[in-house]
């Protein structure tokens, strides 16, 4: 375990995954596969700080609940079409 503590990681975790199925960087199938993917788009020597960078946006604009992608500004120029649909669906369904 220390011994893996100096080499550059990308934990993905809940926050992470979610993300970056969101935004389109990873097709979400697993979190191995998210970390893969990540790791493929950004270089090494970013990943550390962007690990905090991309949690830090979720919390403020990105988050699992009360989530809007028009209003979020990554969901709403990269964010993938399902979001957009689920959540038009969601807004139907609250309308009723
Ligand atoms: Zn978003």
Sequence with gaps: MSQAY???AFPVDTHIYRLAYR???SDGKNVV???ADLKKV???EKWNKLHLQIIFFGRAYCPARGHNPYLCPICKEHGRKAIFKEFDKKAKTAQK
């Design 6 to 8: 100096q080499v550059p």
């Design 23 to 25: 935004w389109g960087l």
């Design 33 to 35: 596969k998210t970390e």
């Design 42 to 44: 950004f270089p090494e």
